[in-house]
């Protein structure tokens, strides 16, 4: 198959969402302060909330990866798209979706995002153009890319992000994509967050590379490898990758940061020993920022502790749209199990037979 040509893209501003109300540095790491403080407090809730059993299934939070969920999504336009793994609760919210309907969604109640059916690992929201969290390790890699081989097909100037763990590198749809998005030039941009473990297993001992950003290499694909605790960085890494991708360039991003708790919510990381818990204490990048900020004038004691009260606020609001939002009818079970009807397709419930069974016969009846 021959070569696909790049397509060419108008060249896009280097502001995401985030850009226009920050004036100054100070101003936007402010705001990253902001939105770091908020998917935190948001985060502890659904923690709380999920030992509680108001949230049921898988939860996987971003404790520890805010300044990376953050300084991603503000490098992004509105019309880009974003596919990512199934944890996903930060990126919805700094994507700019509605607290509310991402909490209730985790509540499995009928105004989450996907009306109560998706649960934790599988938000998605058309409008902020968020096409899933994925409870498959991988299982978003094909799609972003094909979603970015529709973008040149149609000379769009839109980019995909596609987020992904570490653990992910390992597995053959990641190299299956990154090949083929490096075959026809597409404008994807494909992101390790790089926590350090794969589950319990740490990256040196799952992976043969360990710098996981040099696996693009492979496909003389560009790449970069960023301090996921801080956000500005994190921002410019992202917007010089996008560029690339725009360009028909597609970009490997690797973002190292840490999950401050287990894999899920009920994993409690034994495989850490005592001083690397403390470590990971001590690089807290909300707490980093904080007194960054403080240290630098930017914020004072009374303004930290404003933007904390103000967040927590807006996640109990959210968990009372949630607790007042009704569960889905079991008549909705299979609504949005095929885009259109197919053949043969079973609308039982569980517990239903295949098929009625014959009537016994009745006892006394005549023979």
Known sequence: MAKRRPTVREPRGQHGPAGEDAATD????????????????????????YTQAEIGGYCHLNLGEEATV??????????????????????????????????????GRRDGVSKGWGGSMHLFDGNARLLGGYGIVGGQLPLATGAALAIDYR????????????????????????NI????????????????????????KASGEP?????????????????????????????????SARSGRPFLLEAVSSRLKGHSVVDPAKYRTREEVEALRTSDPVAA??????????????????IDAEATSAVAAAVAFAEASPAPSVDTLFDYTYA??????SRRLPGQPLFEPAPLPRIGADR
């Open 26 to 49: 100070g101003g936007q790491r402010r705001e990253f302060y902001r939105r770091m403080v908020f998917i935190r407090r948001f985060e502890e809730r659904a923690a709380r909330a």
């Open 340 to 345: 259109t009807p197919v053949p043969n397709d």
């Open 181 to 204: 998005a490096a075959l026809w030039n597409l404008p994807v941009v494909y992101v390790v967050v790089n926590n350090g473990l794969g589950m319990g297993t740490t990256v040196e």
């Open 289 to 306: 920022l904080a007194f960054r900020l403080r240290d630098e004038g930017e914020l004072t004691d009374e303004a930290i502790a404003e």
């Open 70 to 107: 953050v300084g991603l999504m503000s490098a992004l336009e509105q019309t880009d798209y974003l596919f990512t793994n199934y944890r996903e609760h930060g990126y919805a919210l700094a994507r700019g979706v509605a607290a509310g309907r991402v909490m209730a969604e985790l509540y």
């Open 155 to 178: 000379g769009g100037d839109e980019a995909v992000a596609c987020v992904m763990g570490d653990g992910t590198t390992n597995i053959g749809a990641f190299h299956e994509s990154l």
């Open 211 to 243: 710098e996981l950003h040099r696996k693009a290499a492979s496909y003389r694909m560009s790449s970069a490898r960023v301090d996921g605790n801080d956000p500005v960085a994190v921002r410019e890494a992202m917007l010089s990758a996008l560029a």
